[in-house]
């Protein structure tokens, strides 16, 4: 089970990407075509920033050199589906997934974004809500980053959910975990 400061960087910040030895990720290569196989690989080793934009929605940017190069638009809504080149013209006439929706399944399945069927804005809430507690229970002085995260809780709560920048908040937590002096522990 992932920490949470690693449930937010993974998907914010595509750190630490060592997570993605917690998925069995050999088992699925083993089950699935070459082809499909090689997106697998990519999905897990390449640099990645993930956000939600509505439930089974969501923005991936690839990122190369600390540098965004691309963002796509992915929807997991009934048939997945992405707006990368890749997948249009090789994965979708082939009935395989790009490196991005694998992304965002593996993100999922580590609970580092919502689920297809998962309200983002209430998944938010809660994963600040959890942050929270973990801050809590750590022996360091974490008072800076509970007063950040906090920050962050009413500024969702106000912006409510058709204002608020996933993009942004996420970041900020994020960024606020991996700054907590109980994070480098």
Same mark, same amino acid.
């Given at each position: 089970?992932?920490?949470?400061?690693?449930?937010?960087?993974?998907?914010?910040?595509?750190?630490?990407?060592?997570?993605?030895?917690?998925l069995?990720?050999?088992e699925?290569k083993?089950?699935?075509?070459?082809?499909e196989?090689?997106?697998?690989n990519?999905?897990?080793?390449?640099r990645?920033?993930?956000?939600?934009?509505?439930?089974?929605?969501?923005?991936?940017s690839s990122?190369?050199?600390?540098?965004?190069?691309?963002?796509?638009?992915?929807?997991?809504?009934?048939?997945?589906?992405?707006?990368?080149s890749?997948?249009?013209?090789?994965c979708?006439?082939?009935?395989?997934s790009?490196?991005?929706?694998?992304?965002?399944?593996?993100?999922?399945?580590?609970n580092?974004?919502p689920?297809?069927?998962?309200?983002?804005y209430s998944?938010?809430?809660?994963e600040?809500?959890?942050?929270?507690?973990?801050?809590?229970?750590?022996?360091?002085?974490t008072?800076?980053?509970?007063e950040?995260?906090?920050?962050?809780?009413?500024?969702?709560?106000?912006?409510? *959910?058709?204002?608020?920048?996933?993009?942004?908040i996420?970041?900020? *937590?994020?960024?606020?975990?991996?700054?907590?002096?109980?994070?480098?522990?």
């Open positions: 089970m992932l920490r949470q400061p690693d449930k937010a960087t993974l998907s914010a910040f595509g750190v630490p990407d060592s997570l993605f030895e917690e069995d990720l050999e699925l083993d089950s699935i075509t070459n082809t196989a090689k997106r697998v990519s999905a897990s080793k390449e990645f920033y993930v956000f939600p934009r509505a439930a089974g929605q969501y923005i991936v990122v190369e050199e600390g540098e965004v190069k691309e963002t796509y638009q992915i929807n997991l809504n009934s048939t997945a589906a992405c707006s990368c890749d997948f249009m013209y090789n979708s006439p082939n009935g395989i790009c490196k991005h929706i694998w992304r965002i399944r593996f993100l999922i399945k580590l580092c974004i689920s297809k069927t998962m309200d983002p998944w938010l809430i809660s600040l809500y959890k942050d929270l507690q973990w801050l809590k229970n750590q022996h360091e002085n008072e800076k980053s509970e950040e995260i906090n920050r962050l809780i009413n500024n969702l709560t106000k912006l409510g *959910r058709y204002k608020m920048d996933y993009k942004k996420m970041k900020k *937590r994020a960024h606020t975990l991996m700054m907590s002096e109980a994070y480098t522990l």
